[in-house]
């Protein structure tokens, strides 16, 4: 499934401070495909359009690897937010819905940015991928106490692919505010987010651990 209007965000500006390893998480290689590739050839069949936010210093280096002239290059930020703008700044008004996709997540099914799409198409402007979760999450204070226990069934781990209309991504980035994601930004301003069902292999790339497990996935350890 495709759609004519359909931009594609792939923030990959971070620089992999919790996996450790020395360069931008985006451009370690597993199986000598690096995360921002798989990335995007993941998510690509949805889109006319891919905008990548790299990390600084490396955009000349990305510009490289993505000739075509359906994937553009911008700058990061110095925080997630701030790429996702700087990306959403160059997508051209004709666009109607805008994915916003971590590269960490290079794993993510095409197909689960299908079902993204098809909420958008009958009428969402937000829409999100979440799993259950597993443990009990806790809400702690600065001094590590505990201060509430929230019921585990109301709570989910969230995704990307997230799908938005461009306009409803636009006010939300007009805050100029920062967030783990783009979803809690278009929550602040009291519009409606719709979850879906998420998927395991759209895991984020943070860890050592995980970069083990997509090793494993791709059956190179
Ligand atoms: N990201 C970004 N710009 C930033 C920070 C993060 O585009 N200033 C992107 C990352 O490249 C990643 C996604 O946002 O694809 C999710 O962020 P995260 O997993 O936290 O990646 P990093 O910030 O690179 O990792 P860490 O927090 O461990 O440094
Ligand atoms: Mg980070």
């Known amino acids: 499934m495709s759609h004519a209007d359909t931009a594609v965000i792939i923030p990959a500006a971070g620089s992999g401070e919790r996996l450790g390893v020395g360069i931008p998480k985006a451009l370690v290689e597993i199986s000598g495909q690096t995360l921002l590739e798989r990335a995007v050839q993941n998510i690509s069949a949805v889109a006319q359009l891919i905008v990548i936010a790299a990390p600084p210093g490396f955009e000349e280096e990305i510009k490289k ?53 098809s909420e958008l198409i009958q ?17 702690v204070d600065a001094e590590d106490f505990v201060v509430d226990t929230p019921n585990r069934s109301t709570l989910r781990a ?23 994601d783009d979803a809690a930004l278009v929550s602040q301003l009291g519009i409606p987010v719709k979850t879906i069902i998420g998927e395991p292999l759209a895991r984020k790339i943070t860890t050592l651990a995980d970069l083990t497990w997509a090793r494993e996935l791709v059956g190179q350890s």
């Open 65 to 117: 690897i993505f000739t075509e002239p359906s994937v553009l290059v911008v700058a990061g930020g110095r925080v997630r937010s701030e790429s996702v703008a700087n990306a959403l700044k160059v997508i051209p008004s004709k666009y109607q819905y805008v994915l916003v996709h971590d590269a960490a997540r290079a794993f993510a099914p095409t197909e689960l940015a299908e079902r993204v799409l």
């Open 123 to 139: 009428g969402q402007s937000a829409v999100i991928p979440a799993l259950d979760v597993v443990d009990t999450i806790k809400v």
């Open 158 to 180: 969230i995704q990307t692919p997230q799908g938005f209309t461009v306009d409803v991504l636009k006010q939300a980035h007009a805050t100029g505010s920062d967030a783990t």
